[in-house]
């Protein structure tokens, strides 16, 4: 039974280029999050998606960060122009509905490197 | 917004040793999570908490959920080597009522073992 997926593992940008992190869930989850951990921090809350839409992107900055969750197809964070400080690591997790008792699953993380 | 204080920061104990940590909160939680992190890997779900008072245990962890609902504590029981990593509270809350969305994280408890 799979976990949960994401690419690429690593990711190196130079400033002003576009990074696509890709998600995908657990199979039957259907709910996904985006998380961003700078070094030696804990991790930080940006979007919370479901199939189609967005729930609550209450962490995310709201220029050059956009997250969508197609119908078919992994959920996609993506960074336009990218910026020294978006260097980090985000991982995505993924659970089977928004209610309670439905714990969130960790992916391995995609590790931005902005040059 | 909430904020959870983590504690301690780091510590380095021998094997064979117990570990308690714990986390505190400005504001209530539903649900309190422990996760462990490995260095370049996503958080690993230890332990989930659902009820004010609850104390639950896997293998030679036990957590519990305050009374407050502000606060958690992780034990671990005659520590091993591989229990070296990084062990992260978190809480979450609904949102609305109906709606478990984003998880508030600690910053983290770095645990060494010596053998």
């Known amino acids: 039974n799979a976990g949960v997926m994401q690419n690429p593992r690593h990711l190196v940008r130079r400033r002003g280029q576009e990074a696509r992190l890709r998600c995908s869930p657990m199979k039957g989850h259907s709910h996904v999050y985006w998380y961003r951990q700078l070094p030696e921090e804990g991790l930080k809350f940006m979007v919370y998606?479901?199939?189609?839409?967005?729930?609550?992107e209450s962490g995310m900055p709201k220029e050059r960060f956009s997250a969508e969750f197609p119908k078919e197809g992994p959920s996609i964070l993506r960074i336009q122009q990218v910026v020294r400080g978006d260097s980090a690591a985000y991982f995505c997790?993924?659970?089977?509905?928004?209610?309670?008792?439905?714990?969130?699953?960790f992916g391995p993380g995609t590790r931005l490197t902005v040059l | 917004g909430q904020q959870l204080n983590q504690s301690p920061q780091s510590m380095f104990i021998q094997e064979g040793e117990d570990v308690s940590m714990n986390c505190t909160s400005s504001s209530i939680f539903n649900t309190w999570l422990w996760y462990k992190q490995d260095p370049g890997e996503g958080p690993v779900l230890l332990i989930a908490l659902y009820k004010a008072g609850e104390l639950t245990s896997n293998g030679r962890l036990t957590a519990q959920f305050g009374i407050t609902r502000k606060d958690s504590f992780l034990n671990i029981s005659a520590s091993i080597p591989s229990d070296v990593g990084i062990y992260f509270c978190a809480g979450q809350d609904s949102a609305g009522g109906t709606s478990y969305g984003k998880l508030t994280f600690g910053q983290g408890t770095i645990l060494t073992v010596h053998p």
């Open positions: 997790a993924s659970s089977q509905s928004g209610r309670a008792r439905n714990e969130q699953f």
């Open positions: 998606l479901q199939k189609e839409n967005i729930i609550d």
